[in-house]
């Protein structure tokens, strides 16, 4: 009996602990991530975002691993720097990519330092999804601090009680607690029942997604919501706003010129739902808006465009980013445009 009280506290212990690291994790980002790089979870977007947010089993399938470029060089004349969303992420995006002999990128909201060799020709690239440029533009720009520019603008440590609130993000930790309990495959398997269940008998779907008329495409709710102004393809837009985005971003542009890069490029890339189904509402046309506005002194990667025409679907079935030929056909656009 002793025995048997022994595994029993055991077992307890065990379970306790486990609890308090899933649980951490539900709590701190950097927790989190340690978690999947130990293999202890496994990446609940390894099926795509919008799969992620629907459980809708006919938009499953396996993000594909797009073969690198293999392009980056240490005699290239170029350094190329990049202010980014998601789409140029590390997982998406390396110097391998690019004819550079230096890449360096930071995420919108983040900052990094920045020092430029007078000797190469240093182009900065600024890119944002169509949903976030209204958000990013409407507010200054300072994620990449020249080192010239260091004493006007210093990098203050933030705060111990500022970066406490940072790791542990009260606003999404329903989110990250759900990736920690319920990543795995049986999960997904329950959800894929309620969702199917909920699609054929009420005609609804997750309320992070929507999906195409013909039930053919999904999209990011956030892309088609009309009270979404700031993210929406079919939220109104107005000819003053589209102005003061172009001010803004011509603003951006001639501050990095004078702290030393070369030249600043912008590129905008388009909502799925602004390729794949622009009758849904009224489209706002705001990428189109903003590189077609002759006051624009930024020269732009044309995107829409390039999507528009495109034979084949740009994005994923199951993701909001791109498939490894819409990638190709972005990378190809940069390269023509940047000539690296």
Known sequence: MPYIYTLMRVVRY???????????GGLSGSLLHWLYEAGVLVDDYRFGDLYRLSALPQFKEDKPVCSPSN???DTASTHLYIIGDSFSEPERLTENDFRVSHFQRVAWDYQQRAQLDPTKRNVLLIESVERHVRDHFARAIHEFVVETDTSRTPIVPQPLRQRISNEFHRNDTEERLESALFSRDWAFWFKEAKASLTLNWFNRESAGVSLSKDHKNLFLRSDTD?????????????DSEVTVLIDSINAVAER???LGFDTVYLSLIPNKASILEP???????????????????VPTINTYEAYKSSPFSPYLKSDTHWTCEGRKLWLDLVSQKIKI
Do not use: M
């Not at 065990?14 to 951490?24: A, R, S």
């Open 14 to 24: 065990i379970v306790l602990i486990v609890t308090l690291i899933l649980w951490g």
């Open 226 to 238: 009309t009270t979404k102004t700031l993210n929406s393809s079919f939220a109104r837009l107005t």
């Open 256 to 258: 990095y010129n004078k």
């Open 279 to 297: 009758n849904r509402g009224i489209y706002n046309h705001l990428i189109e808006r903003i590189q077609a506005n002759p006051t624009l002194r």
């Open 71 to 73: 392009l980056s060089s």
